[in-house]
């Protein structure tokens, strides 16, 4: 188990594919190219002894496509254990699209790409991730029943982030609980990074409980409008690391907390919905334990979009989505006090009870 954020030079100098320190075991890794749409993605099935592979698309202006290939490993890899600790009969897979979203999404490399999930016959199944929307979904369906996350109107479960966002406010109330002995949030300073689809929604939650809400980002638009609607403050300052806070909420891109930032945490709890937020997660998950910060594991606590989608695949309802997501607070409670009794990271506790679960199917088979 080892992966690492690495720079591009770095990454040059190892093995293309099998040699990622991100590749950790993936069955199958897929290249896509159209030249017609312009698309260019690659789809990460890390493991299917649970289940097929489930996980969003991200779509993104990745620097290089070492850093496009570097994330889709680390992505998928993440959703094999996020759908092994909330128990569902998932395995991980993840895709990334490489382009801006913004200005290079069209119907047709939509489409396109959905006609290439369609190629690997259900051993990958789609979703939203950065980048996505609803309707981005509705047109992969046009071309296959691998795909959720697709509207309401159209028969799916709508929109993840919502729901994500509710999971996240219940790990971090679980953390609170843990760290402060009260999960009562209001007061708590907390400084959401990314206020985008879950991020918007994890500060009405939190405005909801009368939270001191910081909101950073990098579009200034969103600033502006979350700000607005919810009444909390942007953060002006240039290093959102060097501030006082209770509460560290992740909800952007992952690797944030790194060797340059972890020095400088001044926070008692993260929990946010950011994938892979460890840049390493060996290292920065005891760094964060040696600082006496409590770590809500990312994998943990941001399933309630899977268990959203999840409910589209196996026909269970609001109900349902809402009571599984809630559990997350009991999940997360029971992963923080398992880590201190067993003097071991809270995130290698969460990820050994992810493990011993696929462990177990595995010899089921
Ligand atoms: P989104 O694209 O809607 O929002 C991401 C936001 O982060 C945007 O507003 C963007 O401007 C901002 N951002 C990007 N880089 C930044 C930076 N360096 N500093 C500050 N802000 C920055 O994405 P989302 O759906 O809200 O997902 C957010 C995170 O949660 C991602 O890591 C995603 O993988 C994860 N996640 C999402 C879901 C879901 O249901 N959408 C489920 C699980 C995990």
Redesign the pocket.
Known sequence: MITDIVSTNELTKIDPVFGQLSFDNHEQVVFCNDKDTGLKAIIGIHNTVLGPALG?T?MWKYNSEWEALNDVLR?SRGMTFKAAITGLNLGGGKAVIIGDAKTEKTPELMTKFGEFVHSLSGRYITA????METADMDLVRTVTPFVTGISEEKGGAGN??P??AYGVFMGMKAASKYAFGTDILEDRTIYV???????EALVENLTNEGAKVYI????QE?LQYVSEKYNVEIYNGSNLFAEEMDIYAP????ATINDDTIHQLNAKVVAG???NQLANEQKHGMMLSQKGIVYAPDFLI?A???INVYAELENYGRHEIIRKTENIYNTTLEILQNAETNDVTTHQAAFDIAQSRIDARKKEK
């Open positions: 969003g991200r992505l939203e991730d950065v980048g993840p982030s729901i994500t990074e990314g206020i985008g689809n879950v991020g950073v980002d990098i579009n969103r909800c952007a891109l992952g919905a950011a994938n941001n309630g979009g899977i």
